[in-house]
């Protein structure tokens, strides 16, 4: 089965500090992509960063860093020196290279960045 | 414009009636994407146009939903006989093509009394 878990429904953290967001995988398939996604109060899912499952490198897309651990089947989000704006919901998502790249999506991780 | 322009931004109906979504996409993104958002389901996928391919229905929860792409651009999701079970936040998404990043649009949040 194909299935993305995010266990934490909600984190704190405080300004300036850094937070890692879990998420883990299942999947048989080796040919898959992994994003991250946030939503704000807003509702809108705003794109923030992309590792693709044959990548040798964490990817990195200004504060934010995915720590990828294939053997895991983690992939778990960081962001570095929190800010206010950063409080909102975020959904991990994988996407398979033979189904077109409609994404599957964690159950998301509500972070709250506190003054 | 330069985003995914969804409307109507809300939409209340009555039980039964028929409503449509719309989706603008990003001008020349060839993948185009439906999901819906629901406190009790999460994030869920409900079809998916690419190009001039046969569209993926995988996601359809039943008949009474279909969707349709013309020429390649705007789409529209169709819900027949809508049921309270519908009540949801729809959002639209599109990339340049498969496989890459999404972005996505406003969302139309669609209640049904």
């Known amino acids: 089965a194909q299935k993305i878990t995010q266990t934490q429904p909600g984190m704190f953290v405080q300004e300036k500090e850094a937070v890692t967001l879990d998420c883990t995988y299942d999947?048989?398939?080796?040919?898959?992509?992994l994003f991250w996604y946030k939503q704000p109060s807003s509702g809108e899912m705003i794109f923030l960063i992309y590792?693709?499952?044959?990548?040798?490198q964490n990817a990195t897309e200004g504060r934010y860093s995915l720590n990828f651990q294939k053997a895991r089947k983690s992939a778990n989000l960081v962001i570095s020196a929190s800010q206010l704006g950063d409080s909102a919901m975020y959904f991990c998502?994988?996407?398979?290279?033979?189904?077109?790249?409609?994404?599957?999506f964690g159950q998301g991780t509500e972070l709250s960045v506190k003054p | 414009g330069a985003g995914v322009s969804q409307s109507p931004s809300n939409k209340v109906t009555e039980k039964g009636k028929d409503v449509e979504l719309r989706c603008d996409p990003i001008?020349?993104?060839?993948?185009l994407y439906w999901y819906r958002q629901s406190l009790g389901q999460g994030l869920e996928f409900l079809i998916y146009?690419?190009?001039?391919?046969?569209?993926?229905k995988s996601g359809l929860p039943s008949d009474r939903f279909s969707a349709e792409r013309t020429g390649g651009s705007v789409s529209t999701l169709t819900i027949q006989r809508t049921q309270q079970e519908d009540s949801a936040v729809y959002l639209c998404?599109?990339?340049?093509?498969?496989?890459?990043?999404?972005?996505f649009g406003q969302g139309t949040r669609l209640t049904v009394v």
């Open positions: 590792q693709g499952s044959y990548d040798q």
């Open positions: 998502a994988m996407s398979f290279y033979n189904q077109g790249g409609k994404l599957i």
């Open positions: 998404a599109s990339s340049r093509e498969g496989n890459t990043e999404a972005f």
């Open positions: 001008s020349g993104h060839t993948a």
């Open positions: 999947t048989s398939d080796p040919s898959y992509g």
């Open positions: 146009f690419q190009g001039n391919s046969a569209p993926d």
